[in-house]
């Protein structure tokens, strides 16, 4: 077995696993979890299983103009994203497509889930280093009990999308849409692998996982027709016929996509360079859909908190045909740093990504009222009152120090600040040197910001012990694993 996928095995296996029983299935206009019906909301996670690093800036080696840096988070890193969602509510959630590879991948040091094909002319490949990465993300995904929206291809060139994987046939973007273009074999050839992979760390088949809830035609198929919508869902439905199909077209509705058997969800997205940014659009695409299929709001966001409660509010209560909102996504939510900090996205609107619990020092950008809007429809959902409180948070992990004045933690998944103590001896006697120390610094680079430095260890000779402690409302962590500076640096166990 190869190294890292073992290291996987055993952080997974690090906390019990609850298996789910049932899949998600459709009812009319419902999705049901066995007898009971499943409705959920939350900040979307795109970057479940890819990252960007937005305060690496552009990389001018990039044509298309945007040029972002992305990488593979590390099993630490996307474990720390579960916990926080799960502990945050989260019972569903919808990431981002699977990316394409562009010729620009290599100088912008970039790597993408879709390889061009082997020999010219053939099916793409997929990327094995990508797509374990993958398979960690659904294994957390059924450890956490949060169940998952997986699009396959983006209409857009922002992870490489359809155009990308055109060019591997010397098409056109819009050939993608074009049901005998070699494009779109090779779409459906990208489906047919990805369904029936085989999951290195759960051993089951793709189409065997019960944490996926759903597969998805891709991301804003704004150009989607009939027919393509008719072969793709009946490719996904052939090869996972437990799981449900998700029409990913989105600013209409295709009416024949309301008769067809095969698709289960209809899903739109709201933003307002598209006019569609308001509470109203749920009832009309209720209405629309008239109880014929489930509903979906896939995304929306990048407007003030008055307006984000206004939709959310809509898509808990607005009823059409005994058919409500089945779900619901604010865009859009990072996590935090394997050694301290957060990842964040800002868009062109301003906005920034939020967050989990939300934090006072994105006040700026709304974050703590967002998330509290967001829990609550979540609480709404379940018929519920008020979201239950959060947990007392788990341990961070200490990074090692080799200099006391950037002191590096991953923080624990629902933290408000963290308590710092030293001690000369490993049992100590512990000093606390610093209390509601916040690693929630929005925008953070992690070249020139610090979450803590300690300098007056420079001025103390001998061996000095430190360890962490996360606090929030609930209580105290237990403490982190314990690091030494000084002669030389080791690991203590706790």
């Not at 939709?311 to 996590?335: C, H, M, P, Q, S």
């Not at 090692?400 to 030293?422: C, F, K, M, S």
Request: charged share 20%; hydrophobic share 40%.
């Amino acid at each position: 077995m190869h190294r890292w996928v073992l290291t996987v095995l055993l952080l997974i296996s690090s906390y019990p696993v609850l298996a789910f029983e049932h899949f998600i299935s459709r009812q009319g206009h419902q999705l049901m979890d066995g007898n009971t019906e499943f409705r959920f909301a939350g900040l979307h996670a795109p970057e479940l299983h890819r990252l960007e690093d937005d305060a690496r800036g552009v990389c001018a080696a990039d044509p298309r103009g945007w040029g972002q840096y992305f990488n593979w988070p590390t099993a630490e890193e996307q474990e720390n994203w579960f916990q926080a969602l799960s502990f945050t509510g989260h019972k569903a959630m919808r990431v981002y497509v699977l990316s394409v590879a562009h010729p620009s991948d290599a100088a912008c040091g970039r790597e993408t889930h879709i390889l061009a094909p082997a020999t010219e002319g053939g099916m793409p490949v997929l990327n094995e280093k990508a797509m374990l990465v993958y398979d960690r993300m659904i294994a957390l995904a059924e450890k956490y009990q949060i169940r998952l929206i997986l699009p396959f291809i983006d209409h857009w060139d922002w992870w490489g999308g359809r155009a990308q994987l055109a060019a591997f046939y010397g098409e056109t973007a819009d050939d993608f849409y074009r049901t005998d273009s070699r494009t779109y074999a090779a779409y459906l050839d990208v489906i047919r692998q990805v369904i029936q992979r085989k999951n290195s760390i759960t051993g089951r088949l793709y189409s065997e996982e019960k944490a996926i809830m759903a597969w998805e035609t891709g991301n804003e198929l704004k150009d989607s027709t009939a027919d393509f919508v008719q072969k793709t869902v009946a490719q996904i439905k052939l090869h996972a016929p437990r799981q449900l199909s998700v029409d990913g077209t989105y600013l209409k509705i295709i009416p024949e996509s309301l008769t067809n058997p095969a698709v289960d969800i209809i899903s739109n997205h709201f933003y307002t360079t598209n006019n569609n940014n308001n509470p109203e659009q749920v009832s009309k695409d209720l209405t629309a859909i008239g109880g014929k299929k489930v509903y979906l709001i896939g995304e929306f966001g990048l407007t003030d908190s008055k307006n984000i409660a206004a939709i959310l509010d809509a898509a808990v209560k607005t009823e059409v045909k005994g058919a409500k909102t089945a779900g619901v996504f604010v865009w859009g939510w990072r996590g935090q740093r394997h050694n301290g900090g957060f990842y964040f996205h800002k868009e062109y609107t301003g906005h920034y990504s939020y967050r989990l619990p939300g934090f006072a020092e994105a006040e700026f950008n709304d974050e703590q009222q967002v998330v509290n809007l967001v829990r609550l429809a979540q609480a709404q959902m379940a018929g519920k009152i008020k979201p239950d409180p959060l947990p007392v948070p788990l341990a961070p992990t200490l990074r090692a120090i080799t200099d006391p004045l950037n002191i590096q933690w991953l923080g624990a998944a629902v933290a408000h600040y963290y308590r710092i103590e030293r001690a000369s001896s490993e049992n100590g006697p512990w000093q606390r040197i610093a209390d509601k120390v916040s690693n929630a610094k929005l925008p953070f680079d992690p070249a020139k910001d610090k979450i803590f430095a300690d300098p007056e260890a420079l001025t103390l000779h001998g061996t000095l012990y430190y360890r962490v402690i996360a606090v929030n409302e609930a209580g105290d962590s237990a403490p982190s694993d314990i690091r030494s500076w000084g002669n030389h640096e080791a690991l203590i166990p706790n």
